[in-house]
């Protein structure tokens, strides 16, 4: 079964273009090191020739799951987003109830968080967490070290 994930113009041609690299640039590579590798002699006791394979191999993995990824990848129209409620791409400013600490997090697909520019994964906890929320609601998210509760303070498009 297939997972559909949701992404932006520039998440999804940063995918297309890691695709691309992958197979326009590292795949000949990868090819062109075996071919050098199996020159050398006996293949039975070629340390270089298993290790040119086995990066061959893992580049076909990448590949593969990076094909697969994008078959399943949908762009989100964030025009059509409704602002009421936390959903992916919401620009959130939550308040932490513990301590008063405001915080703005975007809720992006999984490969597109980076927490040093405040995206985060829909799927991480407190993404989880924040889901389907209304301003002024709190929600308890279980984190490794207790539970914190967040309002949402502000819900946004970015």
Do not use: C, F, H
């Not at 980076?114 to 389907?132: A, C, H, W």
């Amino acid at each position: 079964m297939s997972k559909v994930s949701y992404y932006t113009e520039e998440g999804l041609k940063k995918l297309r273009d890691e695709l691309n690299q992958l197979k326009d640039v590292e795949r000949p590579k990868a090819s062109q090191a075996i071919a050098e590798a199996r020159d050398k002699g006996d293949l039975s006791e070629n340390a270089e020739y298993d290790a040119a394979k086995e990066a061959q191999g893992l580049l076909e993995l990448r590949i593969a799951k990076l094909e697969e990824t994008l078959s399943n990848a949908r762009i989100i129209n964030e025009s059509e987003l409704d602002t009421s409620k936390v959903l992916v791409l919401s620009t959130v400013e939550v308040k932490n109830q513990a301590n008063g600490m405001k915080m703005t997090y975007t809720l992006v697909a999984q490969s597109e968080a980076d927490l040093k520019t405040g995206k985060i994964s829909v799927d991480s906890p407190i993404g989880k967490g924040l889901l389907g929320k209304a301003v002024g609601d709190v929600a308890q998210i279980q984190v490794p070290n207790g539970t914190i509760s967040l309002e949402v303070v502000s819900i946004s498009r970015s």
